[in-house]
């Protein structure tokens, strides 16, 4: 078993360095639940309610944008040119080091 | 005034079954909800979902789920007050409740079950500096009477079935509608989508996009927006409403206020023991409650309106011992005097 290593800022800035599974099947919202960070879920992670929404600060690659996702990201608030759905986003070893912040609260 | 036995605030899943559970020990559960329909999130957001983790079914859509609950309960005759918000709860002097709605309607009953999960669905408002400043004076994001548009030039934002059947509606009563979407591409039915490219075609509906509206123009009320067409300028546009559907999102509103001990966006209630809040007489069940080891599933909201129940039990019957039925044994009999068992084996010579 392999966890990776994520550091999410919150909505008052401050950052939590958190350990992440590989092997649990997790994406990035439900890490943040697990760690009780202010995510919502309210959809349970089917891109349908932007609660997950965050921005992506540093350069990793991520798994392509659905159409679900994309649609979705059209109706949030805040949205940035990198603005992604936690839920969309599968912890793998490849996301080792990856930085990103909470979107407001909508 | 309604009166009933146990009050439950919101008819999502765990409020439902916990009318089933009461109904076993013969006590009559009411339901208020701020949706039109109960079911919650699972008719709310997410019906054609299928969820995996309901004990005994494999998969079972989100929707279904609910239609099973509504049958499952449906002999214990449940009361339902819909589209109406629970805003205040005062304890009277015999230690019962009585609880208002947003609209007056008012319930009176010796136990309280907020099952409220998330909160109540309200309208999800875009960011926009002023906005509150015009609400009902030019800006709505409910349409109650569509009336009001008549002649009228209207602007709606969005990119979801609302947004688009809004519009063709509105296409028919208002002098002008214009569709705002941050993308080329709408997300909704067919024939919606159809309806709304012909509507284009002829003039009646006008279309911006990919665009977003930037802010709100006026003195005492909506004179106008701003459009901001993506790598344009912004533009000006005259216009008497501004309807933004963007969905619901659930707000924990009026019960924050009402002295519960809160952690958390969520209720804390004193242990698993029986789910009851810090106030005694009011319970906390399913998403919308916290404590040690919680989690926010479904079948686990279901333990927690079982456990409920026979805590409600012995509020209202003090001194009566535990009630445990089992469905298997004794069957169920519902208020409205059906009866469903197990048949009997029957003893009978063949020889």
Known sequence: ?106 | MIKTDILIIGAGPTGLFAVFEAGLLKLKCHLIDALAQPGGQCTEIYPKKPIYDIPAFPEVLAGDLVTNLMEQIKPFEPGFTLGERAETIEKQDDGSFIVTTNRGTQHHAPIVAIAGGLGSFEPRKPPLENIAKFEDKGVEYIIKNPEIYREKRIVIAGGGDSALDWAIYLANVAGEVVLVHRRNEFRGALDSVEKVAELKAQGRIQLITPAEVTALNGTDKLEGITIQKKDEDPINHPCDHFIPLFGLAPKLGPIANWGLEIEKNAIVVNNSLDYQTNIPGIYAIGDVNTYPGKLKLILCGFHEATLMCQSAYQRINPGKKNVLKYTTVSGISGFDGSKKEAPKAVVKSIN
């Open chain 1, 1 to 106: 078993m392999s966890d990776v290593t994520i550091k999410i800022t919150d909505r008052e800035g401050e950052v939590h360095k958190v350990q992440a599974p590989t092997d649990m099947a997790m994406n990035l919202m439900e890490v943040c639940k697990a760690y009780e960070l202010p995510v919502e879920g309210t959809c349970g992670g089917m891109a349908m309610c932007a609660s997950c929404q965050c921005y992506v600060l540093s350069d990793h690659e991520l798994p392509e944008m659905s159409i679900d996702e994309d649609m979705m990201l059209a109706e949030a608030f805040y949205v940035k040119d990198n603005s992604r759905l936690g839920c969309q986003i599968p912890i793998t070893e490849e996301l080792e080091g990856l930085e990103v912040e909470l979107a407001p609260e909508s």
